[in-house]
Nanobody, 115 residues
């Protein structure tokens, strides 16, 4: 079992920055890919960025050049640095991890970008 706890969400003005963190804990041998997804009201949950244990990253087109995903394998933690935030980035951001052939999700953290 893997538990994911996110932190770092909040309210920010357009053009500002936030950094999200997600720490994994529990009983597991290793964690594979980790990532961030987001869900705006009335919309589906979409991929934001993922990163493998070898630090290979993938981004949604909408965040390329503005967001950076990274991870600390020793701490089982993944980060999302979000710069140049836009009102359309407003959503609940969910941490995701893949371990032992299962998907795990965090509880979500709200990011609100005001115009």
């Amino acid at each position: 079992q893997v538990q994911l706890v996110e932190s770092g969400g909040g309210l920010v003005q357009a053009g500002g920055s936030l950094r999200l963190s997600c720490a994994a804990s529990g009983s597991f041998f290793s964690i594979g890919a980790m990532g961030w997804y987001r869900q705006a009201p009335g919309k589906q949950r979409d991929l934001v960025a993922t990163i493998t244990s070898g630090a290979s990253a993938h981004y949604a087109d909408s965040v390329k050049g503005r967001f950076t995903i990274s991870r600390d394998n020793a701490k089982n933690t993944v980060y999302l640095q979000m710069n140049s935030l836009k009102p359309e980035d407003t959503a609940v951001y969910y941490c995701h991890a893949y371990s032992n052939w299962r998907d795990y999700w965090g509880q979500g953290t709200q990011v609100t970008v005001s115009s």
